[in-house]
Structure formats: C-alpha cells, structure tokens
C-alpha cells in the first residue's frame, strides 16, 4: 500500500513534465500560428479565429460544467475501488454527457448560420465564416464528449496519457493547417477542417487508453442512474453558474472589442488575450497535474495536509511564475517585435495593465477543486458571475464615455479579476476551514520576487541595449531565469516546501538532487 501511494504521488511529477511540454508545444503553435495567420490572412480575418474559439467555450457551457461535476464523482468513485459503484456513476456521467451534446446540435448549426450577423464580418467572407464556425463550435463538442473519459486518467494519476494525446491533437492541427494552406488557397474553412479532424483523432486515443488503464470500466448505458445524475446535475447548476461568470471576462472582452471598436482593433486584441492564454495554460499545466493529488488527501480525510499542499502549492506558483509576469511586463516591446511586428509594440502598454492581475488570475486556479470536492461551489460562482457582469459594465464605460478604447477594457479586465479572485481566496479559506487570509498571504512572496524583478530587468533593458530575435529572448529568459531560481531556493523556499516539493520527484531521480532543492539534509 506504502509503494502503491508512492508511486501515485510521484507520478505527479510526470504529469507535471508531460504537461509542461503539452504547454510549450501549445504556446509555440501560438507564438507561430499568429504572424502565420495574419500574414495569410490579414489582421481583421485572424481576429474571427480566437471569435469562433471563444464562442465555442459559450455554446458548450453546459456539456462543460456537467464535465467538471461529474468527473469529482467519478474520480472518487474509481479510487473506491468498488466495481458496481464504478460502472454506475462513470457510465451515467457516460450517458448525461453525451446527451447534453447531442442536444447542442441545433444551437451550433444555428449560431453558426447567424454568426455572420451578430459580428462584423466582411460580405465576402460570409461563407467561410459561417463553414468555420460550425467545425470549430463540432468540434469542440467532440472534445466536451471525450472528456467524459478524462475522470479515468486522473483517478490513477495517469493524466501524463491525456496530456500526451493533447500534444498529438494540437499537433495535428497545425500539420494539417499547413498542408492546407501549401496546396490550397488559405481560407477559414480550411482551419475548420483540420479542428474537426483534430478532435476525431484526440477522443479515439483518450477512449482507447482510458478503457485500457481501466478495464473494469465497460460502457454500459443501462448502468444509468438518474437519481445519481441529479446529484451530478445539482453540482453541475452552480459550475455552470461560474462558467458563465468565468466567460465573461477576457473572451467577454475579445467580444466587446470586436462589437465596440471593429474587427481591426479586435485583432489586435487578440494577441494580447494570446498573452494572457498562453500564461495562463502554462500554469494550469502545473495546476491540474496537482489535482489527483488533492483527491486522494480528501479521500483519506486529512483536512490539516489538504491545507498545507494547497498553500504551499500556490506560494511556490507564484514565486515560480513571478519570473516570467515581470519578463513579459518589461520585455514586451522586443517580443512583440519578433512575434508579430514592431507596428504592434504600441500593445506594450495593454500588456502591462493585465500582467499586473496576470499573476494573481493564473495562481488562484490551484484552488478551484476545494469548493467542488466540498460541495461549496454556491459562493464561488456567484462572486464569479457578479464580476464577469462588472467587467462587462465596466468596459462599456470606459470605452463608450471616456473613450479609452482597449486601455479601457483591458482595465475593465484587469480590476474585476483583481477583486474577485480576492474575494474568491478568502471564500475558499473558509470553506477549507483554514484563516481567511492564508492564501492572499501565500501570494505576497510572489509579488514581492515580481515586482523587484521588473525594478531589476528594467535598469538592465536601460542599460544594456541589444537586436530583439528569438535567440536572444530566449537565452536572456533562461539565462535570467536561472539566477532567479537559486535565488529563490536558497533565500525564500522554506525547507517544509522544498521537502514537500521532492515527494513528487520519482526516488530514482531525487537521489541525485542536492539538499538546496529537495530540502533533505
């Protein structure tokens, strides 16, 4: 049982380093897809790209949330260990999911058709749009149906398998982009196809692997009990209440700059809303690779441990991902440079208001599954909705009466995530049962280190002047990078979290660690 729960532990670590790379590929595909997509297809026709994704994430808002509430059943269920129990509630979370996205089917095919209306979109563009948006919204809803397997993965700490079937998906979606850009007259229809084909190949690897590493699993739809699925569905009422709160602030955003300056300001926007995505999937690669493990604790109802890994998960976030919030806060002139073309370096400034909630938006997620494992998800998603409506209000303002245009609803953006995600930190701290302000005080290291590294990389940006590429970004980052962390280990890591940090590092390479990092003298 010892070995057993020491390899479910250290499997963390994998999910951690496959996940990092699922999330570096990710981020690469962004880096280069943008300048690729606006020089193909010009700047207001790649800002209807990230429009069609977006949507996508309203349309399936259902299918989504009951995802995220069934997979906390389901995962408990499997770590039981009682094959009965197992079968019914993985198959009637099977059988729910699926029948919440066959009802999406005339709501894609109609959003698709009147896309073209409620955005603005050129009149000979309204075909391809329209042919985009149904792929894209179909294949998004093939994605929320694999995901009913996704429980399987994290009850055995295995989410290193999906992680690694999402590096093939996001893959294959570029390879097949190209191709159909090289051999074809680039269009938006082309981009649809290759989402669609993308999501058929990533649900026939997820189901083939999940029922593999599970095989008392069997899809059996007659083991569908509605009883247990309006318990699912009563979690899920109030997941999908903070889903819809969660859309409203930066894909709410994208919109409103779309709907309230044009497609041309939208575009530019949109590589701004990149920035922030890409931050914030680098952190949640680490955030959900973590979660398995906070099961397993509340399985074993030991609520003092479950304190202590989530604040020390998110203090040690945020002193990690202090370091690159102040690298894009001060480097963001040569990096839009090299990315998409010194004429958008004007974007510095929209880039700095939003990385200063940035650290705060992409460390609290590590506490996202307390109120669901608890059953307290009320308070979060009405603080969560609240303010998605004040981002939403507050933009309109300063765009339409003091004509701020993006400033305007990148601030908008910047203070509703800053109040919220505060008021959300205390909330969670009293459903755990820990002090209210135990986890606003665990992001403080963090914004100390960032706030002292802007200060620092500025005076050498001053200073030290050099030609903007991507070799010199990228060795300046690991170079600068690497002084950072020794820093931070050596005089701000405490040695408890050093200690806690290495029970997830396989045995066979933590042995060869010095005690600066494992904290094991």
Not at 6 to 12: A, D, L, M, V
Not at 95 to 120: E, M, Q
Not at 158 to 165: E, G, R, S, V, W
Not at 480 to 505: D, N, Q, W
């Amino acid at each position: 049982m010892a070995e057993e729960r020491s390899k479910f532990w250290e499997n963390t670590s994998i999910n951690v380093i496959i996940n990092v790379i699922r999330t570096v590929t990710t981020a690469l595909i962004g880096l280069l897809l943008v300048p690729y997509y606006i020089d193909t297809l010009g700047v207001a026709t790649y800002g209807i790209i990230p429009l069609a994704t977006t949507i996508s994430s309203y349309i399936l808002i259902i299918s989504d949330s009951l995802v995220s509430a069934c997979s906390r059943y389901t995962v408990i269920a499997i770590q039981s260990e009682n094959p009965d129990e197992m079968s019914k509630v993985f198959n009637t979370a099977f059988v729910g999911i699926g029948k919440n996205v066959l009802l999406l089917i005339p709501i894609i095919l109609l959003f698709s058709y009147f896309s073209t209306t409620i955005f603005s979109i050129s009149d000979d563009a309204v075909f391809d749009v329209r042919v985009m948006f149904l792929l894209i919204l179909s294949s998004a809803a093939v994605v929320t149906f694999s995901s009913a397997f996704n429980s399987i993965f994290s009850a055995y700490n295995k989410l290193y398998i999906l992680y690694a079937a999402r590096i093939i998906y996001s893959v294959s979606q570029v390879v097949l982009i190209i191709l159909a850009f090289t051999f074809t007259v680039p269009s938006l229809i082309d981009i649809g196809i290759a989402y669609f084909i993308s999501a058929l190949i990533l649900m026939l690897i997820v189901v083939y692997k999940s029922l593999k590493l599970c095989p008392g699993i069997k899809i059996r739809p007659y083991d569908y009990d509605k009883a247990v699925f309006r318990e699912m569905g009563s979690l899920g009422v109030w997941t999908i209440v903070m889903k819809v709160g969660t859309l409203l602030y930066i894909q709410m955003s994208l919109i409103m700059t779309n709907i309230l300056l044009g497609p041309e300001s939208e575009g530019s926007f949109a590589i701004v809303v990149s920035l922030i995505s890409m931050m914030s999937t680098a952190c949640i690669s680490i955030v959900v690779a973590i979660e398995p493990i906070v099961y397993r604790v509340y399985s074993d109802k030991d609520v003092e441990k479950l304190i202590k890994i989530s604040t020390t998960a998110m203090r040690v976030i945020a002193l990690v991902f202090a370091f690159p919030v102040a690298f894009v806060i001060v480097f963001s002139p040569e990096l839009l440079t090299v990315w998409v073309g010194s004429e958008f370096t004007y974007l510095s400034e929209i880039i700095t208001i939003a990385y200063v909630a940035e650290l705060i938006y992409i460390s609290a997620p590590i506490l996202d599954s307390i109120p669901i494992i608890f059953l307290k998800l009320r308070g979060v998603a009405i603080l969560t909705l609240i303010f998605g409506i004040v981002n939403l209000i507050l933009a309109v303002v300063l765009v339409s009466i003091f004509e701020m245009g993006i400033v305007g609803i990148i601030t908008a953006w910047s203070v509703s995530i800053i109040v919220q995600t505060v008021l959300k930190l205390i909330y969670d701290a009293k459903v755990i049962g820990a002090p209210g302000f135990i986890y606003i005080k665990a992001l403080i290291p963090g914004y100390v280190m960032c706030a002292v590294s802007v200060v620092l990389f500025s005076l050498l940006d001053r200073f030290f002047s050099f030609t903007p590429s991507w070799l010199t970004l990228i060795l300046l980052a690991v170079v600068l990078f690497a002084v950072y962390s020794v820093i931070i280990m050596l005089f701000v890591v405490r040695e408890e979290e050093k200690r806690m940090i290495s029970a997830v590092i396989p045995s066979s390479i933590r042995r060869y660690l010095p005690s600066v990092i494992t904290g094991i003298k």
